[in-house]
């Protein structure tokens, strides 16, 4: 359990819930794997916090019909932060037992050992879900106007370490999810 806490307070998977009355909602999962530290956590726990985010996005009715984007920033990530057993059991798990639809992955800014991966990554995430990705190339600010203008995003919808203008409060909205008992 203490694996797991560190897990989800590490920030390595972050949930992004947008909910504005004039527009429609979105549902991000946001990846940092350069927030991983596996001398406080384990593989496992990795995949319990990503598991843990899904299912709080999936409480929102609205999540469940339109799919959650997942925008990985690897960017900063060092060669053992990268975790390709961990990448092949996640994408497997998204394949075939969580209920969730992913709507879209994008891989923002990746580092030359990604690029390594990305035949394997291809080959996990199967036929479907690698139609969905979309690699990011460029400085912040093409990738920001990538995002916004290509496929939809609002600069507010987006963490302010990708160039976006979100602040996240990731062990706040925590701290407010265990005070609820969830």
């Known amino acids: ?14 949930c992004i819930q947008l909910c504005d009355e004039k527009e429609a909602r979105r549902s991000i999962i946001y990846l940092d794997a350069s927030n991983v530290d596996y001398t406080q956590c384990t593989r496992e726990s990795m995949a319990r916090a990503f598991w843990y985010a899904v299912h709080a996005l999936l409480e929102d009715e609205e999540s469940q019909k339109r799919g959650i984007v997942v925008v990985s920033y690897p960017n900063h990530a060092n060669y053992y932060q990268h ?10 798990h998204v394949r075939t037992c969580l ?4 709507s879209a992955f994008h891989i923002c800014r990746p580092t030359i050992f990604t690029y390594v991966l990305l035949p394997s990554i291809r080959l996990f995430l199967g036929k479907t879900l690698w139609g969905r990705t979309h690699i990011h190339t460029g400085s912040q ?7 916004e203008d290509k496929y939809g995003f609002d600069r507010r919808w987006l963490p302010s370490d990708l160039g976006g203008s979100l602040i996240l409060d990731h062990l706040g909205w925590l ?3 265990q005070e609820q008992g969830i």
């Open 141 to 147: 600010m093409d990738i920001m106007h990538t995002l």
């Open 175 to 177: 701290q407010k999810r």
């Open 99 to 102: 209920p969730v639809r992913i």
């Open 83 to 92: 975790d390709i057993k961990l990448d092949r059991f996640l994408s497997r």
């Open 1 to 14: 359990m203490v694996d797991d806490m560190n897990a989800l307070e590490s920030g390595t998977v972050r």
